[in-house]
């Protein structure tokens, strides 16, 4: 830039390019790097992004087990679009490796590191790794406690007021443990500010509440599907409660948000539910198999409920899907409202990744197959996030 354009203004044309021309420009000048590399920065480098929303689609691949990244114009088009980054090295040493989730650019995954000249062989340490695509960068957080055969979940989101990346452990309680009835489950939470965990102290779930993988991030909550069971006093009988729990990333506070009847309770029927993201509302997707009893063929349903803004509690059912397979899944929708999902047909082995589009209950094959339960999809957007963080590539 010219050296008679104000810095000021160097610093407004800089906040619209692209995340690859920032880093390369970081080498050009101190004040451009000391720019660049600064909180300021990097906090307000999201709100000038112009360009379409785009969606990040990991999968493995069914031939060669390599991990492949392709990206979608979140538009009417849907364009495909190649994607190629540096996955982070430090996954590859990680067992049972899976995605928590993601929020403003960032991925987080988790699995656990198994040192094979350790003397207990047995002993595992816990991971979690961060990474940031668009700057080909990662970082990795140590999850306290030696939790490999505990039941324990954890979440991740990036508050968008204070832009703090932050993980949320939940180590849930045995239910029907003989020790205090009062007792919660254990919560530890880490923030990338503090650069340490810490377990916080306001409105932590109740013991019977056991909180699952399935999670959320839509502004600055994380929403993870629950249960509550519980014994019942007449009978005593086992009774379980479908809920959500929330987690404020900016008060660190827990609630439970109780679902209306018909989603909390469902006898003895299979059912199982997740939680997920439509046009920025907070949806529950409930997943029930029938059988059919003629031809002995599963039909796989799957309804879309959201809650309504206005009415608290309230959910109102979008649309179901159903199709004769032997899996559905949804991964996350469109800005359209349109369901992105894993399907696996009786007797094949590999999933595919279909769009299911509500208003004509049409299935859009997209030709990406991978291993079932290795398919992920997530809101792709550039970000600077960890930029001023050192990059860990190996244990």
């Known amino acids: 830039m010219s050296e008679y354009v104000a810095f000021e203004i160097q610093a407004e044309i800089m906040k619209r390019l692209p995340v690859k021309s920032l880093v390369r420009f ?41 991990e492949k990244y392709v990206t979608f114009v ?48 047995e002993f595992a340490t816990e991971m979690a790794v961060l990474w940031n695509p668009s700057i080909r960068k990662s970082i990795c957080v140590t999850v306290p406690g030696e939790s490999l055969w505990s039941k324990f979940v954890l979440g991740f989101g990036v508050c968008p007021i204070t832009n703090d990346p932050t993980i949320v452990k939940i180590t849930n309680v045995d239910a029907y443990s003989t020790t205090d009835d009062d007792s919660s489950p254990m919560v530890e939470v880490f923030t990338l500010s503090r650069g340490s965990w810490r377990i916080p102290s306001n409105n932590l779930p109740k013991k019977s509440i056991q909180v699952t993988w399935s999670q959320v991030v839509i502004d600055n909550f994380i929403y993870w599907a629950a249960f ?55 949806a529950v997707l409930e997943y029930i198999t029938y059988t059919d009893s003629q031809s002995e063929s599963e039909l796989q349903v799957c309804d879309v409920w959201i809650m309504d803004h206005s009415i608290p509690h309230m959910f109102t059912k979008l649309f ?68 001023d963080q050192s990059d860990c590539s190996v244990l």
């Open 26 to 66: 970081r080498s050009v000048s101190k004040p451009w790097k000391f720019l660049i590399d600064s909180s300021e920065f990097i906090s307000g480098y999201r709100v000038h992004q112009p360009d379409p929303q785009h969606l990040l689609v990991w999968y493995k691949d069914p031939v060669d087990t390599n």
């Open 74 to 121: 979140d538009d009417e088009a849907f364009a495909q679009q190649e994607l190629a980054p540096a996955v982070p090295v430090l996954s590859k040493f990680l067992n049972d490796l899976k995605t928590v989730g993601s929020s403003q650019g960032l991925l987080c995954f988790y699995g656990y590191y198994q040192d094979p000249s350790h003397p207990r062989f």
């Open 228 to 282: 509550d069971q519980y014994l019942d006093d007449d009978d005593d009988g086992q009774i379980q409660k479908n809920l959500i729990v929330s987690f404020d990333m900016t008060t660190h506070e827990f609630k439970v948000i109780n679902l209306p009847k018909s989603l909390a309770y469902h006898g003895f029927v299979r059912v199982a539910q997740s939680v997920s993201k439509v046009r920025d509302s907070l």
């Open 320 to 387: 179901t899907i159903e199709k004769e397979c032997d899996s559905i899944k949804i991964l996350g929708f469109t800005k359209r409202g349109e369901a992105m999902m894993e399907t696996q047909d009786v007797y094949e082995e590999p999933a595919s990744l279909v769009v299911y589009e509500p208003n004509s209950k049409y299935f859009n094959d997209t030709g990406i197959n991978g291993e079932r339960g290795a398919l992920f999809v997530s809101l792709y957007m550039e970000t600077l996030l960890l930029l």
